[in-house]
């Protein structure tokens, strides 16, 4: 395994529709795997293909253990993720991203999805999320589709910069924070 450089949003690669992964090859586990390393090195809560300059429909997320957080304590490797099922409920959070280091927002997200999508082995899986775990599905979902977090926030007030230290200061916001 390795570390990915992860990009930031100046980096066009960052705007594409990235590409289905019409077979799971060797060399795309193995860019699975690095994105869970570089996920963790960051450290980070979720890492899109894209984010480290492969255009695949490929996202890595961990949410640290915590009774609070369904779904948290596993590590999740999607290709070709798709949504199955999104609530009608909403829910504000704030989030940040690896390739918007020093910012955090405000972003609406849906409470809970139903994601379809294939394993490190090319089988079909099927994820509830809700809470955080979807949040950071939605969030890298986007990644995918060339879609970053501050394209979601509308009013520029609920976007801001990271102070340092803040981010141990947030608790339960700073995985969001931290979302990828
Ligand atoms: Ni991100």
Request: hydrophobic share 40%; with cysteine; charged share 30%.
């Amino acid at each position: 395994m390795a570390l990915r450089k992860i990009i930031t949003s100046e980096n066009p690669i960052l705007r594409r529709k990235a590409k289905k992964a019409t077979k799971i090859m060797p060399e795309l586990r193995a860019l699975a795997d690095d994105m869970v390393e570089t996920m963790h090195a960051a450290p980070g809560v979720g890492l899109a293909a894209p984010q480290v300059a492969e255009s695949v429909r490929l996202f890595v997320a961990e949410l640290e253990a915590s009774e609070e957080n369904p779904g948290s304590g596993k590590t999740y490797i999607i290709f070709n993720p798709e949504y199955v099922w999104k609530s009608d409920e909403f829910v504000d959070g704030v989030e940040g991203c690896l390739s918007i280091p020093g910012y955090a927002g405000e972003v609406t997200r849906h409470h809970k999805v139903v994601v379809k999508g294939l394993d490190k082995s090319g089988k079909r899986i099927r994820i509830e999320a809700e809470g955080w775990l979807a949040r950071v599905f939605q969030h890298e979902m986007d990644h995918l589709d060339g879609v970053l977090f501050t394209d979601r926030i509308s009013d520029p007030d609920k976007i801001w910069p990271i102070k340092e230290g803040e981010e141990e200061q947030v608790g339960a916001e700073r995985a969001a924070v931290r979302a990828a």
